[in-house]
């Protein structure tokens, strides 16, 4: 799974690179975060037809990390909803539809995952494990492109409708977004059996074609397996990143 990831390059940037033509307020002024957690604010990259001419724009917006269906009484579940299956993902009623319409690049300078250790180990740079503790321990990675770019992890987002705010309201309206994972690639399986799906730069504009429809979307994807048309590599960093009241930069430090 993917439960926490780095995104802290500038919007500008962000729209040279994936040829964006409209940058959101809420997505030029998101700061940076080298520790995204489930709920947060991420920036996505859609494509959408105006509703006044039915020109189809590309465009860098902000989303709930966390899918929410459109049919949800609330949005508190959204939290268990921050990936989907490559596998599986025409099977679930909450992503079926949104893989069919609504997909998305999710912008990201890399991902954090924890390799599980043997009793009695310590994760590298950590102090000694406490006498009597309960859970397991684990190393935690950071895991990036090894060419030192970004990466574009195939998302998918969805609207949901806030039935007791007025029409009117701004905030009747919530977008959330889900990244969507599969078998992790050789190199990384010690680690963890399933990585974010990175899209390479030659598949995005396919991806986002509002016109591909839910079959060709399972297509370029390959249905799940391994991906390694982006390949990653992984370092080990320190406990902090382990809360989520940590950020910063020296996150990302090897130790």
């Known amino acids: 799974m993917c439960g926490r990831y780095a995104s802290f390059r500038d919007a500008q940037d962000l729209a040279d690179e994936f040829a964006v033509a409209e940058i959101a307020d809420d997505a030029r002024l998101l700061p940076p975060s080298w520790n995204l957690a489930p709920t947060d604010p991420v920036r996505i990259v859609v494509e959408r037809a105006a ?63 924890w390799r599980p250790l043997p009793d009695g180990a310590s994760p590298v740079g950590s102090p000694a494990p406490a006498t009597g503790r309960r859970k397991p321990p684990k190393q935690p990675y950071f895991i990036a492109p090894d060419d030192g770019g970004g990466a574009a992890f195939a998302g998918l987002y969805e609207f949901w409708r806030d039935r007791t705010r007025a029409d009117d309201d701004p905030e009747r309206w ?9 078998d992790a690639a050789p190199c990384l399986a010690e680690i963890h059996d399933r990585m974010p799906l990175a899209l390479p730069a030659r598949t995005w504009d396919d991806w986002l074609d509002p016109a591909l429809d839910a079959r060709g979307a399972a297509d370029l994807l390959g249905l799940g397996g391994p991906h390694d048309d982006v390949p990653m590599t992984a370092r080990e960093v320190s406990t902090t990143v382990n809360s989520v009241t940590n950020d910063g930069p020296g996150l990302l430090e090897r130790v």
Do not use: Q
């Open 51 to 113: 509703k006044d001419t039915g020109e189809v724009r590309r465009s860098l917006r902000v989303a709930r990390w966390g899918l929410v269906p459109s049919w949800s009484k609330s949005p508190a579940g959204g939290a268990r909803m921050i990936n989907a299956r490559a596998e599986t993902i025409l099977d679930k009623p909450a992503f079926a539809k949104p893989f069919g319409v609504r997909r998305c690049l999710v912008p990201a300078d890399g991902y954090y995952e």
């Open 174 to 182: 919530l977008v959330s977004t889900t990244i969507i994972t599969t």
